[in-house]
Structure formats: structure tokens, C-alpha cells
């Protein structure tokens, strides 16, 4: 049987080389540490979590609840490693760090068919091979992959706004249109008057940022086009009225007049379930940005799928590039797993570590890739990825959003959430079932 290359032993990598191991395939896992280190890490071990040791809630109602309880029942090594050296974190799922990656590396390296090679890998392997190199892939990696895929689908910045689901919009407060009326309304317009306008300016500039790393500095600092709107705001109380905010164009249908200022929310997916504030990219903390963004007119209740973020991530236009199953359109022996292909998260880019691997796995076994069930989180978040009709593609997380809608109207959001989720468990019970009587 073939040899499957995996490039990245973090949390994608190492669950790919353990989906395919156990499936009795070889693997020859690269890694580029201890020969050399990203800027943000600096453990040894396999799987090292930088920014948070938290992998979210475990309530099985909650988006990164249930994408786990979906893992486990894909045989996730993350999960099992995770509950291993779990620390006391209410209800999220926490981990002792090193612990955590001394567990995963040791998994790994005492499976007999995965051979670990360190160093670091400047060009793709030939053969069957998943790139889960990670958001901070190194330059050299980057270019090869560059010209395999075409720069301009290969992005090194992730600056995104942030996204809230149209059900929280308060549409009593909004209005559907587009400037001078030109095309079809596929704008959700939220109008400031002066007051609220004022208002809402003097919270932004006094709103407390994500101190960036010294490596991302130097970028944003001199990308216009990265400016986050908080920045944007600093430099003069109607600068944003003549950017991302100006009114011009639009009519408020309650006072019939143009508005003072006017931010545009566009649809994020096909299902128009989801909406993206335009121009918001933001480097503000989260509470931060929940607070302030809750004083834009029709969002005082929004929730927020997405909050805006500004790093250093190399990720794909995936739509274009990638199928559901998270192979190369135009070379499927390639497959890439982890935040490049666009998954937000320490274990959305385990889930498609597994998720990637299951395909190889099934090609290379002389079977027909099963897709998840769309019902299910892990499902969703293929379809997400692999979505043509996405057209600013930017990273994405988990969430109830990227699920399809109940065919029943149920409005309490925990009850809705609970009937997402076990339907969510069934189908992915019925999905399991079918995977082990082929």
C-alpha cells in the first residue's frame, strides 16, 4: 500500500497520521521542529497550543461542543489526549499544555507504520500528501505551495470582520438596499443618526485592543488596506463617514432622508444565514468588540459567529481550490488539512485533519470518500471551505450559523441550539454506521 506524506505534526497533522495509521496505511510524518521554529512556537513536542490551552465549551449544545462529541466518534486522537490531561475550566474542555503535547507525541510516535522525519520541507513530496503546515507555514514551504495553487489564492494575513447571524438582527431596525439602488438589495444597511453616530465613534476609540505580535506589526502598520476600523476612528471623528460608514447613496426608509452614517452587513453564505459587517476589520478584544459593535443600530442583541481578527495566518481561497474533502481540485494526491484551508480554531483544524485523511484513506482503500452529513458540524464545515458561492473567503470557526436551518421555527436559542445538536449526533451516528457496512 502506498505511503502517505503528512507535512506539520500540530493538531491536523498529528490527527491525520493517526486516522491513516490506524487504517494500517504508512505514513512519514515531517516535522520542521526541533531543526527550526515558527516565530510563535517553542516546545518540542507535537501539537503545541499557542494561543489559548482551552479548546472550548464541552456542553454538546454548544458549537465546539458538539464538533467534539463528533470527533470522538471519529476515533479523534485530539479528543482522547485532551481528556487526558485535562485542567479544572468549568465548562470548557482546558488542557495542561505540555502535557498535552507530550501525550499526542508520544501517541504518535509509538504507532508502528509513522515514520517522523524532522526538518524543515521546502518543496511537496510526491505521492498521496496532506499539508497541514499550519497558519504560520514558512516562507519557503509557502512559495511552493504558491506555485502549486497561484498566489493570488495563497493569503499570509488573515484581517476579517466580524459575522453575525441574520436571525439576531433586529430587522425592525434595518432595511435591505444598495447604493443609488444599483442591482439587487443584498444589503442589510444598519443608519446612524448624529447622536448614536457620536456615540457609537467615542466608545471605538477608547475600546481596548489584542496586543499584536512583532512579526504582524510591521504589515499592518503599513497595509492601508488592513486598517482596522478602530484605527480608522482615531484619526478624526467623520473619517469613517467618508469610508467603510459613508451614507452616500442610501435613503433611510424611516425618515426618509439620507442617514448620518451607515454600516452595510453583506451575506457571508448561500443560505443567507450569516452576515459580515463591511469593512470592520478590527484588532479589538472580543468582549471589546461585542460590546462596541452591540451599539450599531439592529445588532443590540446580535450574536456573533465570528469575531474580527488581524494575524499572521497563511490560509487558501479554498473555495476555488479545494473540494469538500479537502483535496486540491486540480491534483487530488494533494490534500491539505488545519487553519490553512480556512477552519478558525484548535479543533476545527484537528476535524479536518481527520476529515482529510478519511478520504485519503478510503481512496487509497478502494473506496468511494463519504461527506458528513451537512446536519453535522464537521459536514458544515467541508461545505464552508469548499463553497464556490463564497466570495471573500476568510477563515471561519464552528458555530450554529453554518448549520442548515430546523425545518421547525423554535425560538429559544438553548432549545434551538439542543435540536441542531442532536440532530446533529444522529446523523453522525447514521453517517458512522454507513462508513463500517461498506
Known amino acids: 500500500m502506498s505511503k502517505v506524506s503528512v507535512i506539520g505534526a500540530g493538531l491536523a497533522g498529528c490527527e491525520a497520521a493517526w486516522a491513516l495509521a490506524r487504517r494500517g496505511i504508512d505514513v512519514t510524518l515531517y516535522e520542521m521542529k526541533p531543526v527550526k521554529y515558527s516565530p510563535a512556537h517553542h516546545y518540542e513536542g507535537f501539537a503545541e497550543l499557542v494561543c489559548s490551552n482551552s479548546l472550548k465549551a464541552m456542553r454538546l449544545n454548544s458549537a465546539a461542543g458538539l464538533l467534539k462529541a463528533e470527533m470522538k466518534a471519529m476515533d479523534s486522537l485530539v479528543v482522547r489526549c485532551a481528556e487526558q490531561t485535562a485542567v479544572s475550566a468549568g465548562g470548557a474542555l482546558a488542557v495542561d499544555r505540555e502535557a498535552f503535547s507530550d501525550a499526542m507525541t508520544k501517541a504518535i510516535r509509538e504507532l508502528p507504520n509513522v515514520t517522523v522525519v524532522t526538518g524543515e520541507v521546502t518543496e511537496l513530496p510526491a505521492g498521496d500528501v496532506i499539508v497541514a503546515s499550519g497558519p504560520l507555514t514558512s516562507e519557503a514551504l509557502s512559495e511552493a505551495i504558491g506555485r502549486l495553487c497561484g498566489e ?34 443584498d444589503y442589510i444597511n444598519c443608519s446612524f443618526n448624529k447622536e448614536e453616530y457620536e456615540a457609537f465613534h467615542e466608545a471605538l476609540v477608547n475600546a481596548k485592543s489584542v496586543e499584536l505580535h512583532e512579526f504582524e506589526k510591521e504589515y499592518f502598520k503599513v497595509y492601508e488596506g488592513c486598517m482596522p476600523i478602530e484605527v480608522l476612528a482615531k484619526r478624526g471623528l467623520d473619517t469613517m463617514r467618508y469610508g467603510p460608514l ?51 443600530p439592529g445588532l443590540e442583541n446580535a450574536e ?110 438553548q432549545e434551538r441550539y439542543q435540536a441542531m445538536a442532536d440532530r446533529a449526533v444522529a446523523a453522525m451516528e447514521s453517517y458512522r454506521k454507513a462508513r463500517e457496512e461498506r
Open 304 to 413: 456573533f459567529v465570528r469575531y474580527g481578527v488581524m494575524h499572521r495566518n497563511t490560509f487558501l481561497d479554498s473555495p476555488r481550490l479545494l473540494d469538500g474533502f479537502f483535496r486540491l481540485k486540480k491534483e487530488p494526491r494533494i490534500s491539505f488539512a488545519g487553519q490553512m484551508t480556512g477552519v478558525e480554531g484548535y479543533i476545527e483544524s484537528a476535524a479536518s485533519g481527520i476529515l482529510a485523511a478519511y478520504a485519503v484513506a478510503d481512496r487509497l482503500q478502494g473506496k468511494e470518500p463519504l461527506l458528513p452529513p451537512p446536519e453535522t458540524m464537521m459536514g458544515a464545515l467541508c461545505r464552508y471551505i469548499s463553497d464556490e458561492s463564497v466570495e471573500d473567503f476568510q477563515p471561519m470557526g464552528s458555530n450554529m450559523g453554518i448549520l442548515p436551518p430546523l425545518p421547525e421555527l423554535i425560538k429559544g436559542k
Open 152 to 185: 493570488k489564492y495563497l493569503s499570509f494575513y488573515d484581517a476579517s470582520a466580524p459575522i453575525v447571524t441574520k436571525d439576531s438582527i433586529d430587522m425592525e431596525r434595518v432595511y435591505f438596499a444598495t447604493r443609488y439602488d444599483r442591482g439587487e438589495a
Open 246 to 296: 459613508r451614507p452616500v447613496g442610501l435613503r433611510d426608509p424611516r425618515t426618509g432622508h439620507r442617514p448620518w452614517a451607515n454600516i452595510q452587513l453583506r451575506r457571508e453564505n448561500a443560505d443567507g444565514t450569516m452576515y459580515n459587517i463591511v469593512g470592520f476589520q478590527t484588532n479589538l478584544l472580543f468582549p471589546e468588540q461585542k460590546r462596541v459593535f452591540s451599539m450599531i
